[in-house]
Nanobody
């Protein structure tokens, strides 16, 4: 199984930047599509960004052009670079490994514990 640990959250001013990291343990990291989700108080969790094992990416409309998801397979780490941050970006951000089928096997996904991002003046 893969275990995920996020880091890099904090408090920044509007217009500032943060880079979140998600470190994975286990020997099957590269097969998983990886995503960043966020959940603000009183709201449902939403997908922010996603990257496939082949490197294809997609983003929520609300963050497109401001956030960039990337990964380093050699380091078993996925990143979320967040620029031009807005107060509405304030949320707990979660790293996610999606469960997938590979060959005849199914590999269950997992979630990190979350890291708080606060954007305020």
């Amino acid at each position: 199984q893969v275990q995920l640990v996020e880091s890099g959250g904090g408090s920044v001013q509007p217009g500032g930047s943060l880079r979140l990291s998600c470190a994975a343990s286990g020997n099957i990291f590269t097969i998983y599509p990886m995503g960043w989700h966020r959940q603000a108080p009183g709201k449902q969790r939403e997908l922010v960004a996603r990257i496939t094992s082949a490197g294809s990416t997609n983003y929520a409309d609300s963050v497109k052009g401001r956030f960039t998801i990337s990964k380093d397979n050699a380091k078993n780490t996925v990143y979320l670079q967040m620029n031009s941050l807005k107060p509405e970006d304030t949320a707990v951000y979660f790293c996610n490994a999606e469960g997938i089928f590979s060959g005849i096997r199914y590999y269950p996904g997992s979630w990190g514990q979350g890291t708080q991002v606060t954007v305020t003046s």
